[in-house]
């Protein structure tokens, strides 16, 4: 239970009191009503003594009373009715409300914060670390109050109310006060007339009610003396009188009114009738509507002093001036016959704002002083310790005395106590074996009810030892004879007797209470008395920490027969709860819900509010969803009931955006029932900010915001670009792609470096993009805000009128200062939003309908017309339910229908819903590190910057499949859709490889086909079929197609434009030349286009356009080539400058893919700085060079270096193309587009081993830096490049296609093999990472040993047929010239060695063997580039095949002294013919 401001022995003490009865003149009630009062009203709050009292018990012991008080009440002489007593105690509690504006109080019950607004609630928490100070505090503050004073009113009102009966005499009156003033005639007279209507209320059989406690019932005479009256000799004659015929304890002179009331009206006097008078204002005056008088000696008009009379006698008093209007109980009901008592038949309830009944004001005391305030005070003393405790000691008295002359037992009831205990005891039978005897009465002169009697008596005056026996000792006697309803009443007094003896000399019986109770509920079937003995006991058992038993107690008294006892008895055993040691919180909630229930049904609709809000502390967060809709639900229909409109709304809103698991059919109902209290609490406030709304749930997080215009779409043959749009899927990987392209060719058009305030293009922000800086948006360009939005019902939603809620502040950004005021749509919020169209134009949905657990993707439209900052706060829009979808049953949703106010299907309420985004978690600074801080999100707030380009870019004949190094001819076109000039066009890529616009120079750039021509992509030549397989060089520097330009980069190509400038509406069409990747499948070819406004704009320097195409490849041919030295030395010029063989190995590899039925090798042509191709050494009939699938061919080709003589006339630098033609036109390599794949092919083969090298170590692989390394390394270097140039025949659609294509091999060392398509590349790339970092420098790298055996070049000069005669001559000598040629830049020691060694068998049987004679070893010194001839001689000894061959070189370095000599590589074989002659 709560804690009382009471402690449980002062709760006891006051529940039974002494009662006091009045009767009063009508001229003592005039001089009580100037102060607004009656005479029992007049000394209420004074009727606590502050003094001790004493008396003597029958043993002559002195008793000591503290802190005693008695109740003076008028006689009644009509008990009240039950239902006007339901009434009564409904009202004391609903006028009883926590005060508002407390400070809250959060205490911590196990691992629940419970937030109870209430001061004294750490008194209700016995494990409270200073709960016994604050107890202290608590019953000394006036401040604090206790935790449930609607319980404490209604419990004091319920004792206050109780009807006195028969079995007990607790409630009967003990004395009566008879009051006379002294303004009376004959006083005396008057005092005569009061008791023999005293002695007639009590004896007459007329009245049976009020009860009294003994036949001589305690007379005392009290005069009222009114000061303002200045009679005071007279008063004091009359009391002396008084005296002399009542004795001084027997009457009384009361002075009052001291004070008129002219000047009472200046003087502040304390008031202290105004608590007491506030409770029973509500048995007198709300409660009645016809004025009906209800207390003896107070008349209809008690409060008005000016009452109207008729001939100056009031209609209620007798001749004799005796009042009589003391039949009706003041509890009495206007209409008997009203069975009803509850709210529920109230037609208007009362509504409450303050906690309080709003009363008029009424001054009370105003005509005393605290002078007359002491006086009454005195009084009150004066009757109790001259008049009432006397006559209560003399009652004990003769009561013990008639009992021990009756039972014929010792002297004193103390000496018998012993005598009655000691013996057998009578065994206690069981309520179930007991006969129902609750009807049982006995005689007034029984000496059971004497005993009972005296028992009362004793506990009243507070001797709770000689009560407790004396109920001990009745409860025997009544249970003997079967009296229940005595017996229990008697074992309820008795544990209590029990529990405030002094020093506990037993425990307290709390099966006494509970055998009562089961009692008074099943057999007496009285439930008032049973709840006055549960009260009782549960607040003992609360003061013994038996929390558990007192709410056991509580729950166990709740019944259908009475509401508002059972939320009340329901309330205090949920606080029973939670004051455990052990605080048992869900049952404390639990509790709580169902006395909110009670109180909901009793028609108190705030304390249910209120227990419904202290129980969803415990329920909230915890995963019961479905007790938090019902309890959400409840308050949000107590707070409407009540008027409190914005907690309806907040209720019901937590209903809705919480994931409900309630079915589709309630979900409906509760959503209903928002939109209807939604729509009251919006009609009623219909200016102010619109609220949030709680439907449908935004993803806010999940905001895209996409900056551009609507794009065409593909036209026939067009295809636009891809761009970015908001149906594309974010690629954290891919937009790093993009950004590195753009920063690419930021720094070729900033000469290298990239500006500091350099910030990428996104055109579509969301959140994985990097969202901490201002976007920049342009004017007149749609701004597209894409919100993902979430309906967690399974209810269909309807959104109308939908649109963006934001900010706009104009600025100029070619002024330094802009002051305008900024601008919103929120004002218009409530029609539609929208902005004023010269400023932003705003896209409104009409209609958004969501299906039921749907999550949708609503795209709004803005477009700024001027230039400034934005703002996008969130979205506005009417929430209702879809009419199409039948979820009403036609009843009003809330049961609150008001006059013609109907829900239908339709109803909708507009409301917000802001967009607030958090930014990304920083993790910088280690303040950061160790706190949760985030960075800002700006993707809402764009900034709208002047006017800027904008590009359309469409692709026409652009291919989607290719084959591997196949050429296609396409177009692009370029649109400016703006009205700025655009200039500066390029565009980057990943793989420039892919494509090129042409070269530089127009020359080079082929027209349009011609039909004479094939309609062939390159540039071609219709050669005689006469001509040789001889080359057509030409030279072609790599500047004309973009290559080796200082500022160029790889990957950034300038778009060749007439004027450089595109004029606004205008368009351009270019050549677009493709080339199919070296590697099968499908490939991704990014194209950033890269273009700046002729009028430059400080906020926004460039613009970008992106597209991405998808091509798919399937294989073509496979180019093998390998080089190796001519062994010919046909001129000097050749032996200096050398000739090479080349190899070329060419594979059909296409597996009849896409139709291709054979290829044809057209052409070969070769390129490089130093190398050309001479001719084609094949057989000169197989000259066009035809593979069907996975067939080979090999082709030889013999290749020169360039002459000297070009170089000197401008060629340096510029790389030699030599075409050797196979077929039928010569396709001229050196112009585009075979030029430009190929420098293109080049330029990235280099990067990649640029970065292929870079990502092996981060210490740079060191060429050899000194000459040897060079000179050595010069001898084997090649760089010679190939072009295979070929045509495939393709059937498509029954039609005959000729494809083209080209494929690219590099030779770069001499005897080392290259291929067109490179097979371990990928594994080099996914290299790991070596980290390197060596102590010393490392020295540079030694030639190998094949780098040093291409130092010297061989040739055998001999003729290849010799005949001699050996039947002649034995021996034949041949001569043999060795022609020895030096490759390097140096001088070169050569060794050769003549001397055979020995051959295997094999070689014998074929080659046969000779020797050579004369001179075997020489040792030569050749100069750089010089050619010896040696002089040999071979011998031969009979006819046939030799190699001669056999000769051994040996070479090094001249300078290299400590440097072996290297062999140098054989000559090709020397076969020679020796014919006999």
């Known amino acids: ?39 029992s009203e007049l000394v209420r709050p004074f009727c606590r003594l502050t003094s001790e009292g004493h008396m003597r018990d029958p043993n002559n012991q002195i008793q000591v009373i503290k802190n005693l008080k008695i109740h003076v009440s008028n006689i009644v002489t009509q008990p009240p009715q039950p239902a006007a007593i339901r009434k009564m105690l409904n009202e004391v509690v609903s006028v009883s409300q926590p005060a508002e504006g407390l400070a809250a109080n959060v205490i911590t019950a196990g691992d629940y914060d419970l937030n109870i607004s209430d001061h004294s609630v750490k008194a209700s928490v016995p494990w409270y670390s200073s709960w016994k100070e604050t107890l202290t505090q608590l019953n000394s503050s006036k401040s604090f109050t206790a935790t449930t004073p609607w319980f404490e009113a209604y419990r004091e009102s319920f004792f206050q109310s109780m009807p006195a009966s028969d079995h007990d005499f607790l409630n009967h009156y003990l004395a009566c006060m008879l009051v006379v003033s002294s303004n009376e005639p004959q006083p005396v007279e008057q005092f005569l007339k009061l008791s023999q209507e005293q002695h007639r209320i009590q004896h007459s059989s007329d009245c049976s009610y009020p009860k009294w406690f003994t036949p001589n019932t305690l007379k005392y005479y009290v005069l009222l003396h009114d000061i303002s009256e200045e009679h005071e000799q007279r008063a004091d004659s009359v009391y002396e009188e008084m005296k002399q015929r009542y004795g001084t304890q027997g009457c009384y002179l009361l002075k009052i009114n001291s004070q008129t009331l002219a000047v009472a009206s200046d003087e502040q006097i304390p008031d202290p009738w105004s608590q007491y008078l506030q409770k029973s204002n509500l048995q007198n005056q709300e409660l009645f509507e016809d004025g009906t008088s209800v207390l003896m000696g107070n008349k209809n008009t008690q409060n008005n002093v000016s009452a109207p009379k008729v001939d100056g006698i009031d209609p209620s008093v007798k ?52 002078n007359d305030h002491d006086r009454i005070r005195q009084f009150i003393q004066e009757f109790t310790f001259r008049g009432l405790l006397p006559h209560i000691e003399k009652s004990i008295r003769q009561l013990n005395d008639q009992l021990v002359s009756r039972k014929g037992l010792s002297r004193s009831l103390f000496s018998a106590t ?23 009465l006995y005689p007034p002169e029984a000496p059971e009810l004497q005993i009972r009697k005296l028992a009362d008596l004793c506990f009243l005056v507070q001797h709770y030892d000689l009560a407790y026996n004396c109920y001990h000792t009745a409860k025997k006697d009544f249970l003997n004879d079967q009296a229940m309803l005595y017996a229990a009443g008697a074992l309820e007094m008795a544990a209590i007797s029990a529990f405030l003896q002094p020093g506990a000399p037993r425990p307290y019986p709390a099966h006494y209470m509970d055998t009562a109770i089961q009692t008074y509920r099943e057999v007496c079937k009285n439930m008032v008395l049973a709840e006055r003995c549960a009260l009782l006991s549960a607040e003992i058992l609360k003061s013994q920490a038996k929390y558990s038993e007192a709410a056991t107690l509580l729950i166990r008294m709740t019944s259908e027969d009475s509401d508002l006892r059972s939320a009340l008895l329901l309330e205090q055993s949920a606080h029973c709860f939670i004051n455990m040691r052990s605080p048992m919180v869900r049952k404390f909630a639990f509790h709580m819900i169902l006395a909110g229930h009670r109180f909901s049904k009793a028609g108190q609709k705030r304390h249910a509010l209120r227990c419904y809000c202290q129980a969803m502390q415990v329920y909230k967060g915890k995963g019961w969803s479905l007790a938090e809709d019902h309890i959400n639900f409840t308050i949000g229909r107590q707070s409407f009931t009540l008027k409190q409109l914005d907690n309806a709304v907040s209720a019901f809103r937590h209903i809705l955006i919480n994931d409900s698991k309630q079915t589709a059919s309630q979900q409906g109902a509760f959503l209903r029932e928002y939109l209807y209290v939604y729509k009251n609490v919006s009609q009623l406030s219909p200016d102010c900010p619109l609220p949030q709304l709680p439907l449908p749930c935004i993803q806010s997080s999940a905001t895209r915001v996409f900056f551009g215009h609507d794009r065409r779409l593909a036209e026939g043959e067009k295809q636009a670009a891809t761009h970015v749009s908001l149906d594309q899927e974010f690629d954290s990987e891919l937009s790093q ?22 910030q990428p293009t996104q055109y579509c922000l969301n959140s994985q993009t990097d969202n901490l800086r201002f976007p920049l948006a342009v004017v007149e360009e749609p701004i597209i805000v894409e919100v993902v939005f979430r309906n967690p019902l399974k209810v ?70 001027q230039t400034g900052e934005l703002h996008i706060l969130g979205v506005v829009y009417n929430l209702g339910t879809d009419p199409c979808v039948n979820l009403v049953d036609g009843t009003d949703p809330c049961g609150l229908q008001g006059e013609g106010n109907l829900v239908s299907n339709g109803m909708s309420v507009r409301g917000r819903q802001d967009l607030e985004i958090q930014g990304p978690r920083l993790n910088n600074t280690k303040e950061e590190k160790t706190s949760v801080k985030h960075g800002p999100d700006r993707r809402l707030d764009p900034i709208i910057t002047p006017p800027m380009p904008l590009l359309e870019v469409f692709f026409i004949n652009f291919p989607t499949g290719l084959l591997c190094g196949e050429i296609r001819k396409a177009h692009v076109e370029f649109v400016n859709v703006s009205k700025v000039p655009l200039t500066g066009l390029k565009v980057a890529s990943k793989h420039p490889e892919f494509f090129t616009f042409g070269s530089n120079t127009a020359a080079l750039t082929p027209q349009s086909p011609k039909a ?12 005689d079929s006469t001509s040789a397989s001889t080359a057509f060089t030409s030279l072609v520097s790599p500047v004309d197609f973009g290559m080796g330009s200082g500022n160029s980069s790889v990957g950034v190509i300038d778009i060749p434009m007439p004027d450089s400038v595109l004029l606004p509406g205008a368009s351009i069409q270019l050549p677009l030349w493709l080339r199919g990747p070296d590697k099968e499948g499908v490939h991704e070819i990014q194209f950033l286009f890269y273009y700046e406004s002729a009028n430059k704009v400080s906020k926004l320097s460039h613009r970008v356009l992106r597209h991405t195409a998808v091509i798919c490849t399937s294989r073509s041919l496979s180019v093998r080539a390998t080089v190796c030295r001519s062994n010919a030395f046909q001129h000097e010029e050749d032996g200096r400058n050398g000739n090479m063989l080349v190899f070329v190995d060419v594979e059909n590899i296409n597996t009849s893919e896409g139709g291709v039925q054979e290829f044809h090798i057209v052409q070969v042509s070769s390129s490089s700085k130093q190398w050309r191709f001479q001719k084609c050494i094949n057989p000169s009939e197989d000259k066009d060079a035809k593979l069907t699938s996975r067939e080979r061919g090999k082709l030889c080709f013999k290749a020169t270096k360039c002459k000297y003589q070009d170089a000197a006339s401008g060629a340096l630098g510029k790389y030699t193309f030599a075409d050797i033609i196979l077929g039928n036109e010569q396709i001229i390599s050196a112009t585009t587009p075979c030029a430009d794949f190929f420098f293109r092919s080049c330029q990235s083969s280099e990067s990649k081993k640029t970065l292929t090298n870079g990502y092996t170590s981060f210490v740079p692989a060191r060429w050899p830096t000194d000459d040897l390394g060079k000179i050595v390394q010069k001898c084997s270097e090649v760089d010679l490049n ?53 102590e010393q420098p490392p020295l540079p790298a030694r030639p190998s040993v094949e780098q040093l055996s291409h130092l010297i070049k061989t040739s055998l000069h001999y003729p290849e047929s010799y005949d001699h005669p050996f039947m ?20 070169v020691d050569v060794i050769i060695d003549l001397r055979h060694k020995a051959m295997s068998t094999e070689a014998l049987e074929v080659h046969g063997s000779f020797t050579w004679i004369g001179h075997t070893q020489f040792k030569l010194q050749l100069k750089a580039q010089e050619i010896h001839k040696l002089q040999l001689k071979a011998c031969f000894i009979h006819a046939g095949v030799y190699n001669l061959g056999t000769p051994r070189v040996f070479a090094k370095l001249t300078d290299q002294g400590s440097m072996c000599e290297t062999s140098q590589q054989n000559s090709m074989p020397a076969l020679i013919i020796i014919n006999n002659i």
Request: aromatic share 6%; with cysteine; hydrophobic share 35%.
């Open 319 to 370: 001749a004799d001036g005796v009042p009589n209007n003391f039949e009706t109980h003041p509890l009495q009901l206007d209409h008997p016959s009203d069975p009803g008592g509850s709210l529920d038949t109230l037609r208007n309830p009362v509504q409450i704002t303050d906690g309080k009944k709003p009363n008029t004001v009424t001054t009370h005391g105003a005509c005393l002083t605290l």
């Open 737 to 758: 792609q993009w950004k590195e392209l753009e920063e690419q060719v930021v720094a070729v058009v900033n000469r290298g470096a990239i500006p500091v305030n350099f």
């Open 418 to 440: 012993k005598k009655w205990f000691s013996g057998g005891k009578v065994p206690e039978k069981s309520i179930a074996e007991l006969k129902n005897t609750a009807g049982l």
């Open 1282 to 1334: 190939i072009i295979v140039l070929w045509k495939a025949y393709v059937v498509e659609d029954n039609k005959q296609l000729i494809l083209e294509g080209q494929l690219h091999v590099a030779l770069q060392t001499i005897g080392k093999e290259a291929c067109s398509v490179s097979q371990k590349q990928d594994a080099q790339e996914m290299m790991l990472l070596k980290l390197i970092r060596p």
């Open 1012 to 1023: 004479s021509e094939n309609c062939s992509a390159y540039k071609t030549i219709v050669t």
């Open 796 to 865: 269909p939603l309807l959104l109308t009128d939908l649109s963006l809620l934001g900010k706009f502040q104009s600025k100029d950004f070619g002024r330094l200062q802009n002051r305008e005021e900024p601008k919103s749509n929120e004002k218009d919020a409530h029609g539609k939003a929208t902005f004023n169209n010269e400023i932003i134009s705003t896209d409104i949905i009409l209609e958004f309908s969501m299906s039921s657990e749907e999550t949708k993707v609503a795209r709004l439209k803005l477009l700024p017309h």
């Open 1368 to 1387: 002649h001559k034995s021996l034949c000598v041949v001569p043999v010239t060795l022609m020895l040629s030096n490759c390097s830049q140096a001088g």
């Open 1 to 39: 239970m709560a804690q009382c401001l009471q402690s449980v022995q002062e709760f006891i003490q006051d529940s039974f009191v002494p009662m006091v009865a009045v009767l009063c003149s009508e001229d003592a009630e005039q001089v009580t009503r100037k102060n607004n009062l009656n005479f």
